[in-house]
């Protein structure tokens, strides 16, 4: 073929650096999604695009919004975690989980949030509005997978959580802010479990 020009080009990044890393939230009419360090909101509603005027440390690993739409918790690759008011679009709190975060989702209710940590969860307080001197306080640690946790889900009453690890298990606890929460052991999957969800 003469005459044409010869292209030795590899296409990369398509559709861009919003898809290069994290995870893309869905709230109402708006789109949420991590484009590097910092956190874009795209309005389908008001056909508009807005980036929060904050930043994490590295590009964002994991993010998640309260259900009523006023937090969202920032984690990038090194665990190292920022607390936004999405009314105000500041920090609250700087704070590092010292691991490699996979998964994070707000209970149903927002009183607390949990955090894939190492063997097991962590489970948050939700802080205020209002900037506090403690704004985190941690509620409680549930372990007891054999490797890392990798995904967690919440119930709709906001008193189970199931949770799937790369021991090949899954795990339900139940009433976890109760002194008499139990758990029941899901086994038999053949590979590293990716998402769990009630």
């Known amino acids: 073929m003469e005459g044409r020009p010869q292209l030795n ?3 990369s990044k398509v559709l861009g650096s919003p898809f290069a890393n994290g995870n893309v939230l869905f709230h109402e009419d708006k789109v949420l999604s991590p ?14 695009v807005s980036t929060l005027p904050i930043e994490t440390r590295k590009n964002i690993r994991r ?15 090194d665990g190292h975690s920022v607390i936004v008011s999405l009314v105000s679009k500041s920090i609250l709190q700087r704070f590092n989980f010292r ?3 996979y998964d994070i989702k ?17 489970l948050w307080r939700t802080p205020n509005i209002r900037k506090e001197f403690q ?13 890392d946790t990798t995904c967690l889900d919440w119930s709709k009453d ?3 959580i199931v949770m799937g690890s ?8 139940y009433r976890v802010h109760s002194r008499n929460m139990s758990k029941t052991t899901l086994t038999g999957h053949r590979d590293i479990i990716v998402g769990s969800y009630f």
């Open 63 to 77: 993010c998640c919004m309260s259900h009523n739409g006023k937090f969202a918790v920032l984690t990038d690759v």
């Open 135 to 147: 704004g985190l306080i941690l509620l409680r640690k549930i372990a007891g997978h054999y490797d």
């Open 35 to 48: 484009v590097g360090n910092r956190l874009t909101i795209y309005d389908l509603k008001e056909q508009s």
């Open 166 to 173: 790369k021991d090949l298990t899954a795990r339900v606890y």
């Open 158 to 160: 906001s008193n189970m």
């Open 9 to 11: 080009q590899r296409l």
């Open 99 to 101: 691991r490699k975060i």
């Open 106 to 122: 707000f209970s149903p209710d927002d009183r607390s949030f949990a955090v894939t940590h190492g063997h097991g969860v962590q």
